[in-house]
């Protein structure tokens, strides 16, 4: 069983920052990938940020420039640094893994969901 455990959202004002942390912890041989998802307004959720065991990076249009996803392989955690927040980018931000959990098996799992609120 694999548990991805996320924490640093909250209330912050426009242009400010907020950094987030997702935690990788149970059965883990090996991690592929880690990334940062938001809830968005279509059906499904959109990527923010993602960042490869190779240290390969992506980031979504909206974010490049304002946010930095960062990792630490030792702790399995991987971190969203976001600046310059927007109202726009007020949403739930999930943590995702593609994560080996034995030699042979492979799956993505899914934080819980933190919520990122940006007003005055």
């Known amino acids: 069983q694999v548990q991805l455990v996320e924490s640093g959202g909250g209330l912050v004002q426009p242009g400010g920052s907020l950094r987030l942390s997702c935690a990788a912890s149970?059965?883990?041989?090996?991690?592929?990938?880690m990334g940062w998802y938001r809830r968005g307004s279509g059906k499904q959720r959109e990527l923010v940020a993602r960042v490869t065991s190779g240290g390969s990076v992506d980031y979504a249009d909206s974010v490049k420039g304002r946010f930095t996803i960062s990792r630490d392989g030792a702790k399995k955690t991987v971190y969203l640094q976001m600046n310059s927040l927007q109202p726009e980018d007020t949403d739930v931000y999930y943590c995702?893994?593609?994560?080996?959990?034995?030699?042979?098996?492979?799956?993505?799992?899914w934080g819980q969901g933190t919520q990122v609120t940006v007003s005055s």
């Open positions: 995702n893994g593609h994560i080996y959990s034995s030699k042979s098996t492979w799956d993505s799992y």
């Open positions: 149970g059965s883990i041989f090996s991690i592929v990938a």
